[in-house]
């Protein structure tokens, strides 16, 4: 984390604010930018490329690691982003892994979901010990008819099973998956196969991680983020990840008499400001007593009940703008969690900032 920061030299280079940027429905929708992006995040460089104000993007999105989304964030805006300045809905796993080190995961999602968590794994396995994780896809893939719409759907879903390995190989590995109780499943990104996944996670956590056969203990049971609702590239919010889980619980809670348990660290919850100002922000920006000297930390954001009610939460030194770029389109304040401020485009919370503050 202090890469982003370590070219601001001298303790009085530091301003004694940040910026936190949502991404969905502020800087992006789907893959555009949106709001005037390119330019309000240019500004935060000086003529040399080099970094002069602190930000970071804090995204309740993700499916690929901080590194892949920090290469396409650049490429995207036009900024050189480090790894350390992206803090996707997922980050928080980092924390969980070596709790199953050396068990079977199952990793649900759109991208690179078994990616990203092997890579997560980086220090258990330094240890010798290993995650063992496999996305829902090619966990799916050993147990013949779990999915019985499997014919008629249309698409092929790639298994990141290695084509090389030999049919007996391919056997005894199925036996393997088959019989070793999954541990947790962590739903990384926006599911693709609702109803494929809905199913196999219902088979993995009414059995006890066993599908088709005995019943136990639910496993763990993670969740990225839960947004009901977020804004693409479409007109009208597109359901998120929070949609998926509504249906799950739903559908789990109607078949098994005990309900579904679960959690989700991302905004609005306020652990997630708080490790923002920690992680990132704040570590080039902490005084040798190390006492925290950011006098504020800005969120912008287009989720009146995800990024502004989580600002809120935290509390100080957090300062919530609203946008009208993304899910809140309305012309006032929003009524239930109205933001300290409300503007356009992330361009013009920019431009408020920086006026404000240099
Ligand atoms: O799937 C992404 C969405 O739920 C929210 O993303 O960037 O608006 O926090 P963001
Ligand atoms: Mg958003």
Not at 50 to 78: C, M, W
Not at 340 to 347: A, G, H, M, S
């Amino acid at each position: 984390a202090s890469r982003s920061f370590s070219r601001l030299s001298s303790q009085s280079d530091r301003p004694s604010f940040g910026i936190a940027f949502d991404i969905d429905g502020v800087v992006l929708l789907g893959h555009i930018p949106v709001g005037g992006s390119p330019r309000a995040l240019r500004r935060l460089y000086d003529d040399s490329g080099e970094l002069k104000i602190p930000f970071v993007f804090l995204t309740n999105g993700g499916g690929f690691s901080e590194s892949k989304r920090a290469q396409d964030l650049g490429q995207l805006l036009g900024v050189d982003i480090l790894p350390s300045q992206v803090i996707l809905g997922h980050t928080p796993f980092k924390q969980l892994v070596n709790r199953f080190e050396d068990k079977l995961v199952v990793a649900v999602g759109k991208g690179e979901p078994a990616a990203v968590m092997s890579e997560y794994d980086i220090w258990t396995t330094s240890l010798g010990l290993q995650i063992n994780v496999l996305s829902i896809d090619e966990y799916t893939s050993y147990f013949d008819a779990i999915d019985p719409l499997a014919t008629y759907k249309r698409w092929t879903t790639k298994t990141d099973i290695d084509q090389n390995i030999t049919s007996n190989e391919t056997a005894k590995r199925k036996i393997a998956v088959q019989t070793e109780r999954v541990q947790a499943a962590f739903v990384v990104g926006d599911s693709v196969d609702w109803s494929r996944d809905i199913q196999v996670l219902c088979d993995i956590l009414r059995t006890g991680g066993l599908p088709g056969k005995e019943t136990g203990n639910q496993p763990h049971l993670f969740f990225a983020n839960d947004d009901l609702e977020y804004q693409a590239t479409f007109p009208a919010e597109r359901l998120g990840m929070g949609a998926f889980r509504i249906a799950l619980e739903a559908i789990y809670n109607r078949i098994h008499p005990i309900p579904l348990a679960y959690t989700s660290y991302r905004k609005p919850n306020p652990f997630v400001y708080g490790n923002a100002e920690t992680v990132n922000l704040d570590v080039e920006n902490t005084t040798n007593s190390g006492i925290r000297c950011f006098k504020t930390l800005y969120m912008i954001g287009d989720n009146p009940k995800i990024d502004i009610r989580g600002a809120q939460q935290a509390g100080d030194p957090w300062f919530s703008i609203l946008t009208r770029t993304g899910v809140f389109k309305g012309k006032d304040n929003h009524s239930e969690f109205p933001a300290d401020l409300v503007v356009d485009t992330v361009e013009d919370a920019v431009d408020f900032i920086l006026r404000k503050e240099c």
